[in-house]
T-cell receptor, first 116, second 117 residues
């Protein structure tokens, strides 16, 4: 099991451009969450996808959008990039533990986005 | 809204000694989960230890243990017999229930831990 994978590892974009980041969840997981981690800060919740729908989102503008596919993989899209969007973007996949209210969650290695 | 505060931006400890990282949180919920994550330079967020709020007993995982004080909303991490591989950023996190079945993590600002040989 490869665990949670993300692509690309890093990329550089110019202000105003658009970017798509990808996440493949751990085998057996059906939920994907995205986090933005600015340099020297803790991760901030962007949104979560379950059953191909956005279940909830954090305090991020509409420039941030996502999608979940039938195989549970997910994409994060950011339009009209700003310098402040430079950050590490983390994907976390999770699944409810059978018979409990608890969840198993694992993080991917992240995508480092630099906006110039 | 739930918040998590880590008041120690940086900590250092001698190899083989014990260090305690502090974390406080604010919530109005009675049932929740608390976590400590380790993030080495490789960037991978690794779960160190977790605590369920309704459990009185403090969680322990080998050299890692927590001191959970629910009334004080405090959740500190103690690392015993520190090793060079423990050097990393440590994040305290709270798991908030958004809607039934949905979960999100609220993270603190992190504490950078340095191990001195």
């Amino acid at each position: 099991d490869a665990g949670v994978t993300q692509s690309p590892t890093h990329l550089i974009k110019t202000r105003g451009q658009q970017v798509t980041l990808r996440c493949s969840p751990k085998s057996g997981h059906d939920t994907v969450s995205w986090y933005q981690q600015a340099l020297g800060q803790g991760p901030q919740f962007i949104f979560q996808y379950y059953e191909e729908e956005e279940r909830q989102r954090g305090n991020f503008p509409d420039r941030f959008s996502g999608h979940q596919f039938p195989n549970y993989s997910s994409e994060l899209n950011v339009n009209a990039l700003l310098l402040g969007d430079s950050a590490l973007y983390l994907c976390a996949s999770s699944s409810r533990l059978r018979g409990t209210e608890d969840y198993e969650q694992y993080f991917g290695p992240g995508t480092r986005l630099t906006v110039t | 809204a739930q918040t998590v505060t880590q008041s120690q931006p940086e900590m250092s400890v001698q190899e083989a000694e014990t260090v305690t990282l502090s974390c406080t949180y604010d919530t109005s919920e009675s049932d929740y989960y608390l976590f400590w994550y380790k993030q080495p330079p490789s960037r991978q967020m690794i779960l160190v230890i977790r605590q369920e709020a309704y459990k009185q007993q403090n969680a322990t995982e080998n050299r890692f243990s927590v001191n959970f004080q629910k009334a004080a909303k405090s959740f500190s991490l103690k690392i015993s017999d520190s090793q060079l591989g423990d050097a990393a950023m440590y994040f305290c996190a709270y798991r908030a229930t958004i809607i039934q079945g949905a979960q999100k993590l609220v993270f603190g600002q992190g504490t950078r831990l340095t191990i001195n040989p």
